[in-house]
């Protein structure tokens, strides 16, 4: 059985930093391209990062870009998300997702077939 489990998560000011991780087990994480995405309250989720299995190729939301950076590690089955100069708007569940197709990453939500419970982030002005 597939388990995500995100950690990380917490309330920070704004111009502050935090750093998710998402532990995985359960699945050939080395082959699977990972992502993470956010929810707002009220917004529909959306698209974060992703990262290759490789982890040689990452892609970023507009949005998040020179701000947010995802990185992997294989040996240790493990996804990080460091988060820099956060800002209100970036408060949210963030979730981790692995991919269904092996040795492809994706941009959509469609991608992904095991999702992680989430962690709360919370930006304060």
């Known amino acids: 059985q597939v388990q995500l489990v995100e950690s990380g998560g917490g309330l920070v000011q704004a111009g502050g930093s935090l750093r998710l991780l998402c532990a995985a087990s359960g699945c050939t994480f080395s082959s699977r391209g990972m992502g993470w995405f956010r929810q707002a309250p009220g917004k529909e989720r959306e698209f974060v990062a992703a990262i290759s299995w490789s982890g040689g190729n990452t892609y970023d939301a507009d949005s998040v870009k020179g701000r947010f950076t995802i990185s992997r590690d294989n040996a240790k089955n493990t996804v990080y998300l460091q988060m820099n100069s956060l800002k209100p708007e970036d408060t949210g569940v963030y979730y981790c997702?692995?991919?269904?197709?092996?040795?492809?990453?994706?941009?959509?939500?469609?991608?992904?077939?095991?999702w992680g419970q989430g962690t709360q982030v919370t930006v304060s002005s």
């Open positions: 997702a692995a991919g269904w197709a092996p040795m492809v990453v994706f941009t959509g939500a469609g991608g992904y077939d095991y």
